[in-house]
């Protein structure tokens, strides 16, 4: 047998159903063989990893790099260091930037920025009024899916009319492929912001008041009809209610190709948290009241919610410590410090790390399309590889993020269970818990390995492309009216 270049022994390999004592042979950007350690070819270099976890990379559908548009908030560089040293080998990068990721000119000025990325990554194009008649060129450009803001989030960008996402919907289901939708309803919002503001409150709380449940329901029930409706994928951002649970298990009984996340914020903080956090934890959707933490690990267990994401979105110090709420910038890093809690919660026995990869791995690769090649410790398969103690215990610190941002809601927390080092396509981007800096640029576009499910639009004569077609012996008139 041929030397490989690495091999790692002593530990267990975990997937979404087994865990196993093996051995993991990588040869250039692959994993060529697990299983018994006298089955392994020489090896250029041994890692020894007794009593460690191998875990498939995490993969996060949603996070925010801010590049090109708010450099110091976050970058490309800082934002993929803070993947890599989480555990994360591929992100899913959202279209809020400035410009928003909605022409091909700023889809190449994310991608030039995406060049320093220590991570692989998709890029979710933006689906709005102004977009929806240019997706495929941006399908075309290198996006790999999309995101629609139906609530109003950091950004400002406007929510898209009912019309423009039915339409938007009509051209991406055909395609196979699936959209991001931040599900909250914007005039609701809008308007009890403006409420708000006007009877003069200004406190942490007021912001959760003002996003109110029943605009996520309303959301939620909304796109689900229209994707149900047009056969299209569609993916909910940051489920963070109990009470919208009820839709997604409805929509997916019925069969519609709905893939859901949710963060740690929503399972592990509430409004509990709010008196010494104050304007820190001013996220969309809001952090609720604790009544909403364990349906939502109910419904992470029983497959209603199918991945853990983070929803990373970096804000300067100063942007998130205003006196005045309505002036602190929505959001907070996250990337780096989701395994680690989410580990933690798995040594306190709410999970198995089976339940942990499947949400982290598995389920976030299948609805993207890059199952098989990466999610999974197999041969054949990217060596995207978490090595993970269980027992190495810390306290989280947003002075050691590799993020710009740090200021973190989880600073001062205890953890148990860390990622140690960081394999990206068989190349080490964390070691030892240090970002390896000579991996920069290493990362590179999903774009290319993606192959989603076959395709199954529904109603399809009533698509606006049906409808817009000359029905025989009408005269179609020579201008279009407006
Ligand atoms: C995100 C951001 O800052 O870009 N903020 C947030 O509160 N979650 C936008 C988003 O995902 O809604
Ligand atoms: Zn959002």
Redesign the pocket.
């Known amino acids: 047998m041929s030397q490989v270049d690495l091999v790692i022994r002593g530990a267990r390999v975990v997937s979404d159903h087994q865990i196993i004592e093996a051995s993991v042979a990588i040869d250039g950007e692959s994993i060529v063989a697990v299983g018994h350690d006298d089955l392994m070819p020489p090896a250029r270099e041994v890692l020894q990893a007794d009593g460690m976890y191998l875990l498939p990379g995490a993969i996060d559908s ?1 996070v ?1 790099f801010r590049d090109p548009g708010y450099p110091h908030k976050e970058t490309w560089k800082t934002g993929s260091a803070a993947a890599a040293c989480g555990g994360v080998t591929t992100v899913f990068e ?1 279209p ?1 930037t400035n410009p928003p990721t909605g022409t091909v000119d700023a889809l190449n000025l994310k991608l030039k920025a995406a060049e320093s990325s220590y991570v692989d990554f998709g890029i979710h194009g933006l689906l709005g009024d102004d977009t929806v008649g240019h997706l495929e060129e941006l399908i075309e450009a290198g996006v790999t899916s999309f995101k629609a ?1 139906v ?1 109003n ?3 400002n960008l406007p929510s898209p009319s009912d019309g423009a996402l039915l339409e938007g919907f009509e051209k991406l289901a055909p395609l196979g492929i699936r959209t991001v939708v ?1 599900a909250e309803n914007s005039s609701i919002l809008a308007r009890r912001q403006k409420r708000m503001q006007a009877e003069g409150r200004i406190d942490a709380l007021a912001h959760l008041a003002a996003r109110p449940v029943v605009a996520e329901i309303e959301a939620i029930g909304r796109v689900l009809t229209l994707a149900e409706w047009t056969g299209a994928r569609v993916h909910i ?2 489920h963070s209610a109990a009470d919208s649970l009820f839709l997604i298990r409805e929509a997916k009984r019925r069969g519609v190709d709905v893939t859901v996340e949710t963060c740690p914020q929503y399972l592990l903080l509430n409004t509990d948290h709010a008196d010494h956090l104050g304007g820190i934890l ?3 959707p809001p952090i609720r009241e604790a009544r909403h933490n364990q349906p939502l690990w109910d419904a992470m267990m029983d497959g209603t919610i199918d991945m853990i994401a983070t ?1 990373h ?1 970096p ?1 300067a110090p100063e942007e998130k410590t205003r006196a005045n709420i309505w002036e602190c ?3 907070f890093p996250g990337i780096e410090t989701q395994m680690a809690l989410m580990l933690t919660e798995v040594n306190r026995e709410r999970a198995t790390l089976m339940d942990y990869v499947r949400w982290s791995s598995v389920n976030p690769a299948k609805a993207w399309g890059i199952y098989g090649t990466k999610g999974v410790i197999t041969p054949g398969a990217h060596a995207d590889i978490a090595v993970v103690d269980m027992n190495k215990s810390g306290i989280l610190s947003e002075n050691e993020l590799q993020s710009i941002s740090k200021i973190s809601p989880w600073d001062g927390r205890a953890v148990k269970g860390y990622p140690i080092h960081t394999l990206l396509r068989g190349r080490f981007v964390m070691r030892n818990g240090k970002l390896v800096t000579e991996a920069a640029g290493w990362g590179r576009s999903v774009k290319g390995i993606q192959a989603m499910p076959k395709a199954k639009p529904q109603n399809t004569e009533h698509y606006t492309s049906a409808i817009l077609k000359t029905p025989e012996g009408v005269r179609p008139t020579a201008e279009p009216t407006r």
């Open positions: 949603h925010h959202m809020n803001f609530g989030t950091f950004g931040h951002a940051h001013r996220l969309n929803d979105a804000h910038d929505c959001g």
